[in-house]
């Protein structure tokens, strides 16, 4: 599965994005399978949105609504 104007598949994006900025503790929240399984592949936490589109499975974190995210992160 291929994202973005690069054509690279979402894990190698997700590692760039970490590499290119530096970041420290990157998570990825999302709302799909697929989401948690390319952020698992990228070797990071996966924050489930529950109120997105999908239904997911042993994700790391689980959250209701954009507004929990805050807290979540802080």
Avoid: W
């Avoid at 949105?49 to 997911?56: D, E, H, I, L, S």
């Amino acid at each position: 599965m291929v994202h973005g104007e690069n054509m690279k598949p979402k894990n190698e994006n997700i590692r760039y994005l970490i590499e290119k900025y530096s970041l420290k503790h990157p998570v990825y929240v999302g709302d799909t399978d697929s989401d948690m399984e390319q952020a698992r592949i990228a070797g990071i936490p996966f924050i489930f949105a529950a109120y997105g589109f999908g239904k997911v499975e042993g994700c790391d974190l689980r959250i209701n609504s954009f507004g929990e995210l805050q807290n979540v992160l802080s």
